[in-house]
């Protein structure tokens, strides 16, 4: 199994709303990526959890909440977003055992539409 | 702070090699290079990885001199299919597992 699986694969929220993106892979990969890419732009880091704790934070506004409950899954906790905030949000995984070499795996999104 | 450089944009025709060159000034000792490819609205998707010299896979080869400082994906005789963004990756110095991604380029691919 070679998948990152996100979900939903839309959502559309209001200002007001909480709501959240799940992300889940059962390749064993220890690092785990949320990325945001707005339409034609590049992926942009937002967090990397490394062995199930944070070890990266991009200075993501805290109305991005991350939060990695064992190691095959990734959420990002959503509240009181601004409509700025509408994109695509990628999940990635990777095995994290060689510093920088190793692939990613990406999902194939969950887009965000705040209203 | 390892930044790369790419082309914004490259126009090719079908059954043509196509070259993508990234310039990667900055990369450390301990740094990969990886490319991913992106069609719109999907996750990006690895294509290929090098440290130095060529790699080749089934779908490109990876070109990289001496110095790191820059490397080349080859894509041999493209499709229509192959119109994408790709993207060229190195490890940020800054962090372990800090893996930016650049502008990329933007290929298109013509009958």
């Known amino acids: 199994d070679t998948e990152v699986t996100q979900t939903p694969k839309h959502l559309v929220m209001g200002m007001t709303n909480k709501k959240s993106l799940k992300c889940e892979q059962h390749m064993g990969h220890r690092a785990m990526y949320w990325y945001k890419q707005k339409a034609k732009k590049p992926p942009e880091l937002m967090f990397v959890?490394?062995?199930?704790?944070?070890?990266i934070n991009e200075s993501v506004p805290s109305r991005f909440s991350p939060e990695c409950p064992n190691s095959s899954l990734l959420n990002l906790h959503l509240h009181a977003l601004q409509p700025e905030d509408s994109a695509l949000y990628l999940c990635?995984?990777?095995?994290?055992?060689?510093?920088?070499?190793?692939?990613?795996?990406f999902g194939e999104g969950s887009r965000l539409t705040v209203l | 702070l390892a930044k790369t450089t790419q082309p914004i944009s490259m126009d090719s025709y079908e059954g043509q090699e196509v070259n993508i060159t990234c310039s990667h000034n900055n990369i450390a000792t301990n740094d990969y290079i990886t490319w991913y490819q992106q069609f719109p609205s999907q996750g990006p998707r690895f294509i290929i990885q090098g440290y130095k010299t060529k790699v080749t896979n089934e779908v490109a080869s990876l070109f990289i001199p001496a110095d790191r400082k820059s490397s080349t994906l080859s894509l041999p005789r493209v499709s229509l299919s192959d119109t994408a963004v790709y993207y060229c990756?190195?490890?940020?110095?800054?962090?372990?597992?800090?893996?930016?991604f650049g502008a990329g380029t933007r290929l298109a691919v013509h009958p």
């Open positions: 990756l190195v490890g940020d110095s800054g962090g372990y597992n800090k893996l930016i």
């Open positions: 959890y490394s062995y199930e704790k944070l070890s």
């Open positions: 990635a995984s990777r095995s994290g055992t060689g510093g920088n070499t190793g692939e990613l795996f």
